[in-house]
């Protein structure tokens, strides 16, 4: 099997893997009238009410997942409301269940009126009352309701899409959203209180960040309006946000979110449950089993699509003069800065791109995949792409210039020519991008 190949497998094999159906009955049962939750447990007899607010990309696996094991712990009395806000409906509606389509990669409507739902259901929690958060990646935009009544809602989409543009790490990307939103940064388990909290969290973000999950609605939050500051005064252009979200943050005495000490956190938890570990162990088990010495190296993350991509190929080849069938795996999210005019990609398939570029200049015998995990990338239709040392080659062949695709951010379009972008349609997970290098 060629090396593309194998690295194709290795990637289905690792989705297949942490599918959330198989994974979340292990971390979320009911047993002799108690409710565990990873290492968490919950006695039901405590409660008379359960509301469950479900925000994300895996929203609906999460919530199909998760109501079956509520159900079989209900007594008789106690009843369940919720909010699903996620990209595809419920297969099976429930009438105990609100869904919204949350908008993505920018706020709409819907993403709205999914907030006025989840503010008005959390308004009649009490004591008696456990609310369950289920948190997976891609909620930002999904979820929003502006501190600021005066900002629009073109004006929140703008506010979205500047973040985006702008190659800011996730994490302040995230600080600011949190300062923004009435429904980010902790200020849902504000809404929630005094109501016992859990939060459950499919990660996509390093292990110590859970509060940057989308944008953590019901986390404490680190960041603060200074740092928030301090970032739209880096940029000349103040990021090139609308006039009145600039105009908001320079709000004197701007309401600071919610820390750790805050109250509304003393009878509140938090679990991840999925994160890219289950990702890296998994791929790098396949990798094993196919014959190769594996190595697993996560420390380009946030880095510049080019930075990474001649670090993980220098370890690479690093690793090959030790091992003669050696695979390199890396988890996380890369930065790529779009200009004004960009086409069809996404950071993966920008990052496999810009390693065939230096494959084909170092004539390198190397083997480079990246993909979501979600499998969405960017505005494209794939999940990512996958390179060896005929891509750059193969596409001068058809005419196309490898090198002005690289420079438009215009990825797709030549993978897609080749056979080598990777479609796999939304996969209802979310838990980072994964990178497999390999050379035999």
Excluded at 7 to 24: F, Q, Y
Excluded at 31 to 58: C, E, N, T
Excluded at 264 to 293: I, K, M, P, R
Aim: hydrophobic share 45%; aromatic share 4%; proline share 7%.
């Amino acid at each position: 099997m060629s090396l593309p190949l194998v690295a194709r497998s290795i990637l289905s094999g690792t989705l297949e893997r942490v599918r959330i159906p198989d994974v979340l009955p292990r971390r979320v049962l009911y047993r002799d009238g108690v409710l565990h939750l990873g290492d968490l447990a919950y006695p039901m007899r405590s409660f008379r009410r359960v509301i469950l607010i479900v925000i994300g990309k895996a929203a609906v696996p999460m919530c199909e997942t998760v109501l079956p094991i509520l159900d079989g712990a209900f007594e008789p009395g106690q009843t369940l409301a919720g909010v699903v806000v996620g990209t595809v409906p419920l297969p099976t509606p429930d009438p105990r269940i609100q869904f919204f389509r949350g908008g993505h990669p920018h706020p709409d409507a819907a993403s709205r009126q999914a907030a006025d739902a989840i503010l008005q259901l959390l308004a009649s929690a009490d004591e008696a009352t456990l609310v369950l958060f289920l948190i997976s990646g891609g909620g930002s935009a999904m979820l929003e309701k502006p501190l600021a009544p005066e900002v629009s809602l073109e004006e929140t989409a703008q506010f979205h899409a500047a973040l985006v543009r702008s190659g800011l790490p996730i994490t302040q990307m995230n600080a600011l959203r949190k300062h923004f939103s009435r429904v980010k940064g902790g200020r849902l388990a504000l809404a929630a209180a005094p109501a016992t909290q859990c939060t459950l969290l499919i990660s996509d973000v390093p292990a110590d960040a859970l509060d940057v999950i989308s944008s953590g609605p019901s986390l404490p939050d680190l960041s603060t309006v200074a740092e928030c500051r301090e970032l739209i005064a880096s940029r000349p252009d103040g990021l090139g946000l609308p006039p009145s979200v600039l105009a908001f943050f320079q709000t004197p005495h701007l309401e600071e979110t919610p820390k750790p000490d805050h109250p509304a956190f003393l009878n509140a938890a938090w679990v991840a449950l999925l994160s890219s570990e289950d990702l890296c162990s998994n791929a790098s088990s396949l990798a094993t089993d196919s014959g190769f010495t594996v190595a697993i190296d996560n420390s380009c993350d946030d880095l510049d699509y080019r930075i990474a991509a001649r670090y993980l190929i220098d370890r690479l080849i690093a690793l090959r003069a030790e091992h003669p069938k050696v695979c390199l795996i890396s988890a996380g999210e890369l930065s790529v800065q779009l200009g004004t005019s960009h086409g069809s990609g996404g950071r993966n398939q920008q990052f496999v791109l810009e390693c065939a570029r230096i494959i084909a200049e170092e004539k390198l015998s190397i083997t480079v995949l990246s993909a979501g995990s979600d499998g969405i990338d960017g505005h494209s239709p794939a999940a990512g792409a996958v390179a060896d040392e005929t891509t750059w080659a193969r596409a001068i062949a058809l005419g196309i210039n490898p090198s002005e695709a690289l420079e438009n951010f215009n990825s797709f379009p030549l993978f897609e020519s080749l056979g080598d972008a990777i479609i796999t349609g939304p996969t209802g997970n979310n838990l980072r991008d994964l990178r497999i290098l390999l050379s035999d």
